[in-house]
């Protein structure tokens, strides 16, 4: 079996991509991987294609100039290659651990639409069930996804530009009758800031968080929920504070 890997990097991600990523992919599973890379800068470095890192890397060249999100950059990767029953997204940041995507593959069944990997050091603090797996959405930092799913509600949702677009996937994963799983034993490093984060600066993670907050409120829920969500405790204050 083939498994698509994708991944969207920038210049500052190219040498963990490059030596970090792709010479521990062939531990990460036992399947031939398709390593489909994109540099959302148009006019920043590549990395090469072909098999010489020991996996098949397909470096694709943007096709625009304009700035694009997470979401509009991993549905042009997705629609550029060949289709595999199914797709993982790992985030330049990362590091796949030995068996990481093949306990992804193996949690897959016919009604999961996406299964999500563990980060370390930091676990997502967010709530799972643990007998079950399944979480209400699942984090686009490493996770594996059905391509027919994917394929038959458009993608990700291009509005968001940054964070949120992997919540409004899983959620509409469940409104089509899918299951969205959690594999803690699926894991992979990311170097997050984790608990370092500075107060004193507003991150893009706070920014987009913020914004986004309020667009998939109101997508789902309507103008009341775009109202509940401005009119939080935690949103208001956030917003003062700018």
């Not at 399944?134 to 394929?151: H, K, M, R, V």
Request: glycine share 6%; proline share 4%; charged share 30%.
């Amino acid at each position: 079996m083939t498994i698509n890997v994708q991944c969207v990097y920038g210049d500052d991600d190219i040498e963990n991509v490059r030596n970090c990523i792709i010479p521990n992919l062939a531990a990460a599973t036992k399947e031939k991987v398709v390593f489909l890379t994109m540099n959302y800068d148009a006019a920043g470095k590549r990395l090469d294609s072909g098999d010489q890192y020991g996996c098949e890397v397909r470096d694709i060249p943007k096709t625009t100039d304009r700035r694009t999100g997470f979401a509009e950059n991993h549905n042009f990767l997705f629609k550029e290659s060949e289709k595999t029953p199914s797709f993982v997204l790992i985030n330049p940041d990362c590091v796949p651990l030995p068996g990481s995507i093949d306990r992804l593959i193996e949690r897959k069944t016919d009604k999961v639409a996406i299964v999500e990997g563990r980060q370390w050091p930091f676990e997502h603090p967010k709530k799972y069930d643990q007998k079950t797996l399944e979480t209400p959405w699942a984090s686009g930092a490493f996770e594996l996804i059905d391509s027919d799913f994917y394929q038959s509600v458009g993608g990700m949702d291009e509005l968001y530009f940054l964070y949120a677009e992997d919540v409004d996937l899983s959620w509409r994963a469940w409104l089509k009758g899918y299951r969205v799983l959690y594999e803690p034993a699926a894991q992979i490093i990311h170097f997050t800031n984790g608990r370092f984060e500075r107060d004193d600066l507003i991150s893009n993670e706070q920014y987009y968080g913020l914004r986004n907050f309020i667009l998939i409120s109101r997508k789902f829920f309507g103008k009341k929920g775009e109202e509940s969500a401005v009119k939080s405790g935690e949103l208001s204050n956030q917003v003062q504070s700018y």
